[in-house]
């Protein structure tokens, strides 16, 4: 075909020339006008086909980016370099280009581009090239240089359905850059924060059944250093945690927020950024998001690399995000590094480069699996439920968990008597060994409190029943423990014997009767099994029949043995078999589309159906907090079987905000030395959790312990919060009585240690219940702005001014402690450190004592120790004061009758505080006397001050001693009443 030019007005056209003999004029004009017409059309086609595009690919074609703040919309800063109509969420590289999809390839090579913050795009088990593109995700192995077993190697090869539990391999299938389900498409707000609709996009691969097609996002502003993010399904209601109950926002004033809140449309994303450094503290431009009805995840990038918390699991303080793994399902589990235990507390905290902090709570009861990637970034994969964030701001970790903690509930102040040694064997088999080996200790001077008993003590493993032959006496002998102002506590399980006759097991019969138990899937009641061999039923805690049912077992239990605590243990639920002993019916609940990390094969290993009803709703949902809901119940027992005395509770597995109604042991830890390294994290985790009263088996409850092994974990189980000796049947007996000399010698000076600190211990409990402050808690925690603390889990301070330095291996004779920038005095001798040239100090570690450092600017009250705590209490006061560098020094003292139920609520208590002056003056300031049975101050040591001429007690001359080669005043026969505010001046 040739073709003849014509010339138009600012045109030119080449058109076909097929009939010559056609004017050429006339020729032109007609091409022309059929040929304006298809542009016009061409047009018109083009512009619909841009809308449609721009409609179902708008992530990928301008996207419109908001912040909210102050009330208004606004938009976010635009990179330098970009268009402004390119602004981009700054955690993305401004190098990375967008990218487009057709099905099963992605067009633009960038997208699948080599980065290291690869997010995993197919989590479950059979990952392949084939399955991955048709994800429309990238397949691409990692280089050699980046897989997971170049990094250190932190954890043992322990087996599971897919590898190891915690270290994962780098992912070969991820997403590509900028990948996306979801976007705003409309907002709203109010006065004090935001809602907005989230549409899924029609482009969105459907990986699992059933997508949520739009969600509601709520942003609330709760606090000057709180917000909340809440994602769920926009038309039906999905399952939310029913407790505990989170406090409502107050009204905010908006232009007082530490923090601002950004919205990107689409693709949805969000960020919450510091507003005081810029720093971005959560953002979920990370990865991808997805929410199915039985699968959501969401990734975040995270501000630092030095993260805490996520528990329960045994693992270091600080945690690998070099793709470490960390699975929440209650699970009754033999420890092991990063292996699910009993209880689920998905909060991690953050120490940025400076030293400030934050917290991230997920208020997520349902089976999930937690990401920690290099980038680094977080992400999360739960099978339920909604997305509930709660982000807090501080300068400092301590500020931070006491905000957590005061969100989800403050601690219980234990009974004073809980806070002394408690001693245990699961396999005493009768009364009289119990009386035995109890005595021993009595005999050797061990300090002891509280005797215990684990199930031999029951008639045949049945709850609220004792052995009649075995343990004949039982009533009797803990009558004679409280006169000698000793104390017993029992141990109960939630499975209830379904075997007995009618009439003769009220635990049973009541139950039915109130129609309290755990329902199967078809209505009827689950059935298990447990400790007596054969079926048992389990409590529906969440039944308002259930408290009722709880309360009268134990109050009927309590008459006739009159026990004054209760250890509920196997409360994850734990059951022998799978499900139940009739099977569980085939459903997506049993068999979810994802299966997170649990231990075995399926959700029900090892504990009971997913289909099981409770009044709440199904097991699925409810499963992590059945020893929360348990705990709650045992407290309420406990109260109407002791009226208005405090409730002692130790719980296996336990929930967020659980420190309100128990306290927490670290489960069967083995006799092993790298056990007793995970106990430190493990009680300085719970503490961030706000569980202060925690601690481990002490020796070790599986296996036979050392004596060397157990008389290193005697000396750092002196610091537990909560200090018990436990092992196992079958195993040798370790209570400290049954080793040498030298070790009952060991364990009786750390325990009398431990007794004469109780005064601090005790305020610390009331600081804790007060505002949420940690009782032990990582050097970390006292020194952020020192790096060399952050990953220190070895040592730990008890309070602000206590550093504990133990032995956690075997054969050392000393040790390489960090002290960090302050002044610290020896507690044994009072002589001053010198650390100014190194921090790192060696120091001798004999077998008989544990190092034990003051830190400068302390003002410690403590008593001379007795045997028990009841004993110890009576004895006079003595302030041990340590000078800081500016010759200053604080301290506190809170105490009560250590009993009573509602003390602080009724101010029942007295708290004194205490403060040393630059100029020489100590003075008290009592902000509370209402009690009065305190006893007298008698002496006053003040370590690292100079010898004054005179020192002045009340404006009278008092006598005092001096000791130079520690720098040590002394002042003796004091008698000064701590209900009355007293001075002392040192004349120099």
Known sequence: MRYTKCQLPDEKLLIPSEKQDEPREGKCLQR?????????????????????????????????????????????????????????????????TFWKKSPGKWMTADA?????????????????????????????????????EDFPKLIPDNSTRNGKFGRLAVPMCFYPIGATSYRVIDTHNTTNGLFALIQRRITAFSVYPSPVELLLLKITFD????????????????????FPKLPDAPEMQKEKLNYEVKLQEDPFALQVVRKSSGLVLFDTSAGAFSFYDQFIEISSFLPSNFIYGLGEHSDRLSHSTQYTRFTFFATDSQPGVNIPLYGSHPFYLSVEENGDSSGVLLFNSNAMDVILTPAPAITYRTIGGLLDFSLFLGSSPNQVIAQYIQFV??????????????????????????????????????PLDVQWNDIDYMDKSRDFTFDPNKFDGISRFVHSLHERGMHYVIITDPGISSVEDAGTYSPYDDGVALDCFLKNASGGILEGKVWTGERTVFPDFTHPNATAYWTKQVVDFHGQVGFDGLWIDMNEPSNFGDGSEDGCPAS??????????????????????MTAKHYLGLHYNLHSLYGLSEAMATHSALLTARPNRRPFIISRSTFVGQGRVSGHWSGDYPSTWEALQWSIPNMLNFNMYGIPLVGSDICGFNGNTTEELCRRWQQVGAFYPFSRNHN???????????????????????????????????????????????????LLFEFPKDRNTWRLDWQFMVGESLMVSPVLEANVTQIVAYFPDAKWYDFYTGIE????SEPWVRLPAPADKINLHIRGGAILPTQKPETTTLATRKNPFRLTVTLDRHHQADGELFWDDGEQFDVLERGNYTHVKFHLMKRGVLKSFVKKADFKDVPKLKEVRVLGTGNPHSVLVNGKKWPFSYAKENKTLSLDSLALDLLEQFMIVFVY
């Open 409 to 446: 509930g403050t601690p219980a102040l234990p009974p004073y008597w809980a806070l002394g040694f408690h001693l245990c064997k699961y396999g005493y088999g009768s009364l009289n060994r119990t009386k035995e080996v109890m005595q021993r200790n009595i005999d050797a001077g061990i």
């Open 223 to 242: 606090t000057p250093d709180r917000v909340r993010i809440v994602l769920t399904d926009s038309q039906k209601e999905r399952y939310q945690v029913p």
């Open 32 to 96: 022309f006008s059929q040929r304006a017409c298809k542009n016009i059309l061409l047009i018109l086609a083009l512009l619909f086909l841009f809308t449609l595009i721009t409609f179902l690919l708008g992530p990928y074609c301008g996207r419109a980016v908001h912040a909210i703040f102050k009330g208004v919309v606004r938009p976010w800063s635009v990179p330098k370099g970009l268009a402004e109509g390119e602004p981009q969420i700054p955690s993305y590289d401004d190098f990375r």
């Open 728 to 778: 196992s049947l079958g195993n040798i007996d370790q209570d400290p009585a049954a080793f040498s000399e030298a070790t009952i010698d060991s364990t009786r000076n750390a325990l009398l240690v431990r007794y004469s600190l109780l005064p601090v211990y005790y305020t610390l409990f009331f600081k804790a219940a007060l505002n949420g402050s940690t009782v032990v808690r990582p």
């Open 588 to 609: 997506s609940l049993e068999d979810p589309p994802y299966l997170p990390h649990v231990r075995g094969a399926s959700l029900k290993t090892n504990t009971v159906c």
């Open 833 to 836: 450190l010198d650390i100014e």
């Open 112 to 148: 699948c581009w080599e980065v290291e913050d690869r997010f995993d795009c197919y989590p479950a088990d059979g990952a392949s090239q084939e399955g991955c593109e048709a994800r429309g995700c990238c397949w691409r192995p990692p280089d050699k240089a980046k897989t997971a």
